[in-house]
DNA sequence: AATGAATGAGTGTTCATTCAT
DNA sequence: GATGAATGAACACTCATTCAT
């Protein structure tokens, strides 16, 4: 059930109607609603699902041996998924909902050891924090997925620049606006 | 009306009711109807008013003593104004509506005789298109507006990633994919 | 004005918007409610003068020479003029508007004289009225009229198997009930 | 709520509001969606039914041993069973709605059968089809319905007139115009 | 007198949610 | 626990009617 929603919230974002879920999941309307009494209780179900992977991606490069080629790897994977995914939808999902601010949370404490292991190597600039590289992830994977008729891999595009504008050669200095 | 409009678009994107909007216009819902016949002819309007300013604002640039100044100039002018809307909703209808389509083709064209230019002169990488560009912008104000309690002027800490990303120094070659 | 919304009943009844006779009388929809108060006063003037037309055209067969052939001559000039009109829409508004109610009575006493005259040269079965007369020609008309791909003068096909049951030979005794 | 449906469209034809239909049946609008996914499918189902109802009663009458009888007898059924609905309403329907279309090929089909027997006994004119005798009868109701004050039994009035303008006691040939 | 902008009640339709079975 | 019938609050859109210009 949580699979068909996944399915029908990739598709459709937020918009996707229960009665389809329930459909995908061959079972009753009712049934949903039994497991989730609202429509926002299995959309937290999912969206927090989604971002727990994506914890669980980062904590097992938290030991590997070149951290800035571990980060990388991370977006890398973690965009496979999120492009899956309507971000946007993951997103306002993390900023309204307070369960998955919680797991939010720790997605970025989980990308911000990344992060911090890749700029002791010098791999990332000094300026950016876990929170921002997650969101220029985000950028890049949801900025692609907005072209229905893109090629696939665009996205890939995408977090190249973005990578280029997260490494340290040729840094402009931030503004001093930190992400939550 | 139209400020109306734009205003509850930039707040919750197309799912807005027409209700609502002519509420905040302080007419009645009859009225709103009057002057666009369809929700859609409405979201056309504001829509396709938006990305006609984005593109003045770029022919303006056309003649510049210095290209790439003026390209940084104009993302961050962009920017500005971009960061007023749901930028998702910008795109997805540019995406799904042939007037609106029509509008994103101008100033797509109009920001690569930008791109052009600043390519001339090297201020830019040599393998990203004017749309590479434009959607890049887009992301970074687009991923900075999803944080409704970020600090103001967060898009313009992405727009610097982001425009390191697309400066010369240290480019990693992009995948050739191009987006439309 | 009166023959933009005779034509616009005809086509579409009283469903016609007043928008639409406004654009075929090429006047704006204020000055439509300037001389029409309300839809209904519009409705009952055009379908009052229809009616009024139908009286003249029995009134002018009053005096004429052979009494059967004067009704079977009014029968198909009326059915004429109402296969241009929806009848049922007609008839509806006949009975459910007080000022077009008194034009039909006018309507059906001048068709009286004429059903009157036919029954003494026993060209018309005794027992029905004018009343009678008149509805089963609006019976012929309208069925025909229902039939949008029917051949075009289906009506009279329908008015000749009414005027066989309106003439004496072989008539059946009608049950008692007059019509109002 | 099929005979709501069936008494509101009775009496107010197609512009009856789903709304009203609910009411009289006692429902939430919702409900009624929930078993007729469109105004049209409601509609549908009730119109078909009360065709099919007809088309039955004249099959029952197939094999009677009186072919005259027979058909006038059906003539009076189906009329009493019409006299209960809005009858340009049913006929509209059947003109604009496929499914409800097929249902009155086999209806007119039905009444053929009665009517080719009634010619072979000679106990209707010879020039008359079966869509003819069911648009007379439509007639005959139809018409008498229109008179809201009228007396209850005048469609019957009026169906003898149509039967005998449709016996072949000195019957006048008719036009050469098939209904369709 | 003519206009057309504004109105608001009403329409068909959708959908999250409830609850008796 | 699972079902699906019922609900009612939206929503986009239409149109007769009013009224300032």
Same mark, same amino acid.
């Given at each position: 059930? @949580?699979?068909?929603?996944?399915?029908?919230?990739?598709?459709? =974002?937020?918009?996707?109607? &229960?009665?389809?879920?329930?459909?995908?999941?061959? *079972? !009753?309307?009712?049934?949903?609603?039994?497991?989730?009494? /609202?429509?926002?209780? @299995?959309?937290?179900?999912?969206?927090?699902?989604?971002?727990?992977?994506?914890?669980?991606?980062?904590?097992?490069?938290?030991? !590997?041996?070149? %951290? =800035?080629? !571990? #980060?990388?790897?991370?977006?890398?994977?973690?965009?496979e998924?999120?492009?899956?995914?309507?971000?946007?939808?993951?997103?306002?999902?993390?900023?309204?909902?307070?369960?998955?601010?919680? *797991?939010?949370?720790? @997605?970025?404490a989980?990308?911000?050891? +990344?992060?911090?292991?890749?700029?002791?190597?010098?791999?990332?600039? !000094?300026? *950016?924090? =876990?929170?921002? *590289?997650?969101?220029?992830?985000?950028?890049?994977?949801? /900025?692609a =997925?907005?072209?229905?008729?893109?090629?696939?891999? #665009?996205?890939?595009?995408? +977090?190249? &620049?973005?990578?280029?504008? @997260?490494? %340290?050669?040729?840094?402009t %200095?931030l %503004?001093? +606006?930190?992400?939550?």
């Open positions: 059930m @949580l699979a068909a929603a996944e399915i029908e919230f990739a598709q459709r =974002g937020s918009e996707t109607s &229960i009665a389809d879920i329930a459909r995908r999941a061959g *079972v !009753a309307k009712g049934t949903v609603f039994r497991h989730f009494a /609202t429509k926002e209780d @299995l959309i937290t179900a999912v969206v927090g699902a989604h971002f727990s992977r994506l914890t669980v991606a980062a904590q097992q490069r938290w030991d !590997a041996q070149d %951290p =800035g080629t !571990a #980060l990388w790897e991370f977006l890398a994977e973690a965009g998924s999120l492009q899956r995914q309507d971000v946007a939808f993951l997103q306002a999902t993390g900023e309204s909902d307070a369960a998955v601010a919680a *797991v939010l949370v720790e @997605l970025r989980a990308v911000e050891v +990344l992060v911090d292991r890749a700029r002791t190597h010098e791999a990332i600039r !000094a300026d *950016v924090t =876990g929170a921002d *590289v997650l969101m220029m992830l985000c950028a890049a994977v949801h /900025t =997925g907005l072209q229905p008729d893109a090629p696939a891999g #665009l996205w890939r595009r995408y +977090l190249v &620049i973005v990578i280029d504008g @997260l490494s %340290p050669a040729g840094a %200095p %503004p001093e +606006l930190m992400p939550r």
